[in-house]
C-alpha cells in the first residue's frame, strides 16, 4: 500500500458526506463481480436498490456494520463493508471493491486486513462472504486472505438468481 493511500473507518457522522461517493465508486466496481450472463439491467436493479446514496447513508449509520474506505488524493477508490451479526458470533463481509485502476495496488489487501482486525475486535469466530462461482479472480483473492470455500448460496440481482460460493475465515 503506497504512503498517499488513507484506510479510514468511516463514523456514523460523516454519512451525508461520505454516501454519495461510495455509490459513485459502487456503480463502478459491482458490475465488475457480476458475471458476463448477468443482464444490464438486472444490475442496474440491484446498484439502485442496494448501492444507492441513501442505502450507504441508511449503512454508515448502522452500528452493526463497518464501512472502511480507501481514499487516495482525496478520492474514494475502494471500500469494504463488515456486518457483525452477535447473535451467531460472526460477521459478513458485505462488500469489497477497488476501482479498476486500482487493481494489484495492494488496496483490497489493505481493506481485508482492517476488515478482519475490526471482527476480531468484535470477538466473532469467523467471517464469511459470498462470491459469485464465476467470479475466480475474486476467489482467488479471498482464498490468498485465509477464505476456504463452505458451501453455496443464492443472490439476486435484480430479477436474476446467481449462483454464489460461500466462503468462510475461523478467526
Not at 23 to 37: D, E, I, M, W
Not at 49 to 74: C, E, K, M
Request: charged share 20%.
Amino acid at each position: 500500500l503506497t504512503p498517499d493511500v488513507q484506510l479510514v473507518t468511516a463514523e456514523p457522522d460523516q454519512a451525508h458526506q461520505l454516501a454519495h461517493e461510495l455509490a459513485r465508486v459502487a456503480a463502478l466496481t459491482f458490475p465488475l463481480a457480476c458475471p458476463p450472463t448477468a443482464a444490464a439491467q438486472n444490475i442496474a436493479s440491484f446498484i439502485d436498490t442496494h448501492l444507492s446514496a441513501d442505502r450507504f447513508a441508511q449503512y454508515l449509520t448502522d452500528p452493526d456494520r463497518a464501512v472502511i474506505t480507501a481514499a487516495q488524493s482525496g478520492r474514494i477508490v475502494g471500500y469494504a463493508m463488515i456486518i457483525h451479526d452477535s447473535a451467531d458470533a460472526c460477521a459478513e463481509l458485505s462488500k469489497i471493491y477497488v476501482l479498476p485502476d486500482q487493481h494489484g495496488s495492494g488496496i483490497a489487501w489493505a481493506l481485508m486486513q482492517r476488515a478482519l482486525d475490526i471482527a476480531r475486535d468484535w470477538r466473532v469466530r469467523r467471517v464469511w462472504l459470498g462470491v459469485n462461482r464465476e467470479n475466480q479472480r475474486a476467489q482467488r483473492f479471498y482464498a490468498k486472505c485465509g477464505f476456504r470455500i463452505n458451501g453455496t448460496r443464492t443472490f439476486q440481482v435484480g430479477a436474476q438468481i446467481e449462483n454464489d460460493y460461500v466462503m468462510v475465515q475461523e478467526l
